[in-house]
């Protein structure tokens, strides 16, 4: 019997296969067909066994799907086959697109569904220690893309520089000059920063400094996309925190990714 057409974006979390919900574990166990971006951990599609897993992320030198193909893609496969499962990374609706695909699908006469998942600009600067908001040091953090559509660094990144809040850049790091600058324009050349990449994941790296030598800290510790950069008094906070981490690596079970 063919299932009436629907699409779910699925929120994958920030890489650590173990940070998804039990409702995107649910909405994987019934796809009829699963479409994935580069940045979702590849075991999650193991909750997905009778689907079909078709990739539709960028990968260097491969073809890139564009938006528009990816909706087309969407409402053909949920047509023909029933439930698309749409996996992203991170929370579909912290800069994902989930909400196009959604309006799209909406628009098509699909039935649709969402289920969010933890983002990578929370559960990355907590995997290392580092508390978005801290009594008395940061009553507040920004969320902002290095990157617009525009290819250019948001300006919202210049507001963020004047405030005291935690300011936490996705994307950005094709942009550390441009943010070092602005940081430093604005009298922040010692505010800490940290910038953790692949987070959460095996493949973790991490470097931590200034707003003056974080690009140095980078250079040396080989640090690319993705990356999350996260500046604020907030980042001396790991140092206090690693105690913990060290002590969860004890609790049988726990997976380390560290």
């Not at 796809?31 to 909750?47: Q, W």
Request: charge should be neutral; charged fraction near 20%; hydrophobic fraction near 40%.
């Amino acid at each position: 019997m063919h299932k009436s057409p629907k699409l779910t974006v699925v929120g994958a979390g920030p890489g650590d296969p173990e940070l998804i919900t039990i409702k995107a574990v649910k909405a994987l166990e019934s796809a009829n067909v699963v479409l994935y971006d580069a940045l979702i951990n590849r075991e999650l599609l193991e909750y997905a066994p009778h689907a079909e897993h078709i990739f539709v992320g960028k990968r260097k030198d491969k073809h890139r799907y564009s938006q528009d193909e990816i909706n087309e893609l969407i409402v053909k496969y949920a047509l023909e086959r029933g439930h698309v499962v749409r996996l992203k990374g991170g929370d579909p609706f912290v800069f994902g697109r989930g909400s196009e695909e959604i309006n799209y699908a909406k628009s098509k006469g699909l039935e649709t569904g969402m289920v969010s998942g933890i983002t990578s600009a929370i559960s990355v600067p907590a995997g290392v220690g580092i508390p978005l908001t801290q009594r008395g040091t940061s009553e507040s953090f920004w969320v902002i893309t290095g990157t617009t559509t525009q290819k250019k660094l948001s300006d919202d990144v210049r507001l963020a520089a004047q405030s005291t809040a935690t300011v936490v850049i996705l994307m950005g790091m094709s942009k550390l000059a441009e943010i070092v600058e602005i940081f430093s324009h604005f009298g922040k050349s010692d505010m800490p920063v940290g910038v953790i990449q692949n987070g959460t994941t095996v493949n973790e790296k991490s470097g931590f400094g200034t707003i003056t030598t974080i690009e140095k800290v980078v250079s040396e510790k080989g640090l690319t996309a993705p990356s999350i950069i996260v500046i604020g008094e907030v980042v001396k906070e790991r140092n206090k925190l690693q105690s913990v981490f060290q002590n969860l690596e004890t609790i049988p079970g726990h997976n380390s990714s560290k």
